[in-house]
């Protein structure tokens, strides 16, 4: 039989062995604990945040959409504008190229271009705003000749085919016939049409926090203004807004302070050639138009045209001069030698001080690229048979500074949107050694020169366009 248990014949449990703690110990315990949250708490263990913010800093910014997935501190980190004002700092701020796209469905996309890496980054959608619902017949009661004036980076052509020919496209694409400008490191998009209505409304894009908010909004509603930066404040000029008859062209001008979210009213802009038509009949039937800005040698430079559909006659246009708020007639040569692109829309950039535009001339095979002579008031040649291939695109090209450098971006033959990068110091030293005449200069600038031309440019970066209409540019340094 088997033993029976009991209290005398238990074997005794066998018990852990103890061993006694020293208070030193414990104190060293507890600093192992401590530091063990602390680095759970810091951007990168066993750093201080510091060091580790001058790490993030000199990384390249296009990793940092994946890096944000890191931890909730990373993310917040590199939001954070002090991070980016170490960068500036430290002189890792990096400048990208933002191209705004129209698609099919009348969407706006946007997509920024990082020179470094070659990558393109999608930006968040914009915002869908609209004014109050109108009643359709608002649109409808818009004389057709009135929409074919609006000269913007949507070409002609696209508004008359399309938007007339569809109601309510208008409807379907907030933005249509926003402005664009960039200043201290965001992009704005102002006003543009909603429901057949000029909007007043601004929104701008902020890289660092990769989103858009809105700001403080214009005075007045416009659509198709044009923008420049001066002294690192925003300006709008012209533009058109609804009125009883129609779309009424705009004189008015206004400037906004991203450092105090404020807008000011300017002097309008006189329209001094449009006030000496001769007869009353021409000055009903001419509206005087901004057809272009750009910020040059510290002023706002607003080529302008009289317009009657389908006809635009140039007439020089104004500048205004900062220093004594106040708007002064062009310069003639430059005025008058303006390139202009379609329906009097004429696009410029300026790159080292130097004004340059695209003339299309009366093909894009034969474009050209000019520079503006400041002393002789002429534009000059400086190069020809510019690689633009899409003649037929909506919107074939668009102009940009970018690194120091003239780009121009178009569509290939392969329907992909290509950023041509120009390099043209030669050229500029060739041209301004050659006759002031524009045709002259290009003339023997081509015979003297033993190199191609084409050489001078080179695809600097390209992704898959497909129906993609280009409608505006801009560079941010961030």
């Known amino acids: 039989m088997g033993n029976i248990l009991g209290p ?22 507890q600093r192992l604990l401590s530091t063990s949250y602390e680095d759970n708490s810091r951007l990168i263990p066993s750093l201080p945040d510091e060091i580790s913010v001058q790490i993030l800093a000199r990384v390249p910014r296009v990793r940092y959409l994946n890096l944000k997935s890191v931890s909730r ?34 969407k706006l996309l946007w997509y920024a271009l990082d020179p470094l890496s070659g990558r393109w980054q999608r930006l968040p959608l914009m915002p869908n705003v609209s004014v109050e619902d109108e009643a359709k017949k608002g649109l409808a009661a818009i004389p057709r000749r009135m929409w074919n004036m609006l000269g913007s980076s949507i070409r002609i052509a696209d508004v008359i085919m399309n938007w007339l020919r569809r109601r309510d496209a208008l409807d379907r694409m907030p933005f249509c016939g926003c402005s664009i400008g960039a200043v201290d490191g965001c992009i704005y998009a102002l006003g543009g049409f909603s429901k057949a209505s000029a909007m007043k409304s601004v929104w701008r894009y902020d890289p660092v926090q990769n989103c858009w908010t809105e700001v403080s909004p214009m005075s007045v509603g416009r659509a198709y203004s044009k923008t ?16 009883r008859g129609g779309l009424n ?27 000496v038509l001769p007869t009353a009949f021409l000055a009903d039937l001419l509206k005087p138009i901004a057809t272009g800005m750009t910020s040059y040698r510290g002023r706002l430079y607003v080529p302008q045209s009289l317009y009657c559909w389908p006809f635009f006659v140039d007439v020089g246009g104004e500048v205004y001069d900062p220093d004594i708020n106040s708007w002064l007639e062009m310069p003639v040569g430059m005025g008058n030698g303006w390139p202009a692109r379609q329906a009097g829309t004429k696009l410029s950039v300026t790159v080292n001080n130097d004004l340059y535009a695209l003339d299309p001339s009366s093909s ?3 474009a050209k690229i000019k520079v503006y002579d400041e002393e002789g008031d002429t534009w000059k ?98």
Not at 16 to 29: D, F
Not at 249 to 274: C, I, R, Y
Request: charged share 20%; aromatic share 6%.
């Open 249 to 275: 062209p705009l004189q008015s001008s206004e400037v906004f302070d991203p450092h105090t979210g404020t807008w000011s009213p300017l002097p309008n802009m006189p329209f001094a050639k449009a006030q």
């Open 381 to 478: 040649v400086v190069v020809g048979d510019v690689p633009i291939h899409d003649a037929d695109s909506e919107s074939p090209y668009l102009l940009a500074s970018l690194l120091g450098k003239l780009h121009v971006i178009t569509k290939d033959d392969n329907h992909n949107i290509a950023v041509l990068q120009a390099d043209m110091q030669n050229d500029l030293a060739s041209s301004q050694s050659l006759s002031s005449s524009p045709d002259s200069s290009f003339s023997e600038l081509a015979e003297s020169s033993g190199e191609s031309e084409t050489d001078i440019w080179r695809v600097f970066a390209s992704r898959s366009g497909r129906s993609a209409e280009l409608v505006s540019c801009q560079s941010l340094k961030v």
């Open 73 to 106: 501190a990373w993310k917040v980190a590199l939001a954070s504008s002090e991070l980016f004002c170490l960068r500036k700092e430290l002189g890792t701020a990096e400048e990208w190229l933002y191209i705004l796209t129209k698609v099919n469905d009348d």
């Open 8 to 29: 005398n014949n238990t074997k005794p449990r066998e018990r852990a062995p103890t061993s006694e703690v020293l208070p030193g110990e414990a104190c060293k315990r």
């Open 364 to 366: 894009l095979d034969s």
């Open 228 to 243: 420049g930066i001066l002294n690192g404040k925003l300006y709008v000029v012209g533009g058109v807004t609804r009125g």
